[in-house]
């Protein structure tokens, strides 16, 4: 058979390349012809014929392009993932400045809110028991079948205190002439015709002599909570007391993990990025994607020569060159792919800050070596 190989020169059509990214694309399609011959040109031609047509040279190209953007843009998004994650999937983020945001890092903080119960995502529920003379045990778990709490509990807050002192320094009469009634109590209400206020200092000496008393008389407020089981001090003396607490929900709280929001980033899958604009890749990059397509074609040529390893001509055989083709289009597609990440890891945002902080350490110093002026009027 017969197969036609590059004869030397090539004319692309849209519809040329297996997908067709970039094939409408006016630069693309005049560099397309020109990487073909740069391509040819390397290979041996017109010395050596090149088992390749043009399709080959066009696809390998297309490939090259894909692969750049697909680099870019996945460094990109690992630099930019906290500020995207949440952003519409409908955003084109290929030509946007990404602007760093504090919503995802207070998203993730959120479960300390949680847990030190000053906000997040989980809801805390309250409940209460009433106390039983002599029973100083008592079950939360038996506590959540009795009120049809399902999911599993979690306490994270326990009301168990005294009364506060200063309602016992009324209670016990000591400003006997109210009769025990707060004269704060009344102080700014509107229609109050008449009011008594006691001075601060003897309204704070009065309640530290209660709380004195309190501790060395009086049995110590305090519990403990092991498996969900209640042991409070002192055991009750009556019943009906209310023991409040707080608690949450342990199957919401593993559930808030996860939220439904169709339409947003959510993963490096489906973040706002398509295949680049060749047009508008500059230089750098384009001599990156011709070093590489000629990479692509070296490995395709290396395949194409290997299906027959030695070729006979009248005397001898000719042996090709199929596996330091193969070999050296790998060495070359790795070392290519390496250099284009360290390029993009000296300009990650991390990497320029600090050589912005470098700079500006470097100017200082120099400028601390020149002389001061002193004016003297």
């Not at 993932?81 to 955003?91: D, E, I, K, P, Q």
């Not at 110590?220 to 001090?233: A, H, P, Q, T």
């Not at 193969?326 to 050589?355: F, N, P």
Request: charged share 15%; aromatic share 12%.
């Amino acid at each position: 058979m017969n197969i036609p190989i590059y004869p030397g020169s090539s004319s692309f059509f849209p519809g040329d390349t297996p997908f067709g990214f970039y094939d409408y694309d006016y630069q693309f399609q005049i560099d397309a012809d020109k990487v073909t011959t740069f391509c040819a040109r390397r290979l041996g031609y017109p010395i050596m014929e090149v088992e390749l047509q043009d399709l080959n040279f066009y696809t390998a190209f297309e490939e090259a392009v894909t692969t750049y953007g697909n680099e870019l843009y996945a460094y990109n998004l690992r630099d930019n993932m906290l500020n995207v994650a949440g952003a519409s999937t409908a955003s084109n983020m290929n030509h946007a400045t990404m602007t760093p945001t504090l919503a995802n890092i207070i998203r993730i903080s959120q479960q300390y809110a949680v847990e030190s119960g000053t906000g997040g995502n989980v809801n805390y529920y309250s409940g209460s028991f009433h106390t039983t003379a002599s029973i100083q045990d008592y079950d939360f778990n038996a506590w959540a079948v009795e009120n049809n709490v399902t999911g599993g509990m979690e306490i994270k807050r326990i009301f168990w205190q005294p009364p506060p002192a200063v309602n016992q320094v009324y209670n016990l009469g000591v400003f006997s002439g109210l009769g025990g009634v707060p004269a704060v109590g009344s102080y700014g209400l509107f229609g109050s015709t008449g009011f008594l206020m006691y001075p601060t200092s003897l309204l704070l000496q009065s309640t530290q002599a209660v709380e004195m008393q309190n501790e060395i008389s009086l049995a110590g407020y305090s519990f403990e909570l092991i498996n969900n089981k209640l042991r409070i001090f002192p055991i009750p003396a009556h019943d009906g007391h209310h023991i409040w607490f707080q608690y949450l929900n342990i199957e919401e709280r593993a559930n808030s993990v996860i939220s439904q929001t169709p339409g947003v980033v959510t993963n490096v899958s489906n973040a706002g990025y398509s295949n680049p604009t060749y047009t508008q890749i500059n230089s750098i990059g384009r001599q990156w994607i011709f070093e590489y397509t000629l990479a692509l074609c070296k490995e395709m040529l290396g395949y194409v020569r290997g299906k027959y390893t030695q070729v006979p001509i009248p005397g001898k055989e000719i042996t090709l060159n199929q596996s330091d083709l193969i070999s050296a289009a790998t060495a070359e597609k790795t070392a290519l792919v390496d250099r284009l990440r360290v390029y993009l890891d000296e300009t990650s945002r991390q990497a320029l800050l600090t050589r912005r902080q470098a700079e500006s350490d470097s100017a200082m110093n120099e400028l601390g070596k020149s002389p001061l002026t002193i004016y003297i009027g």
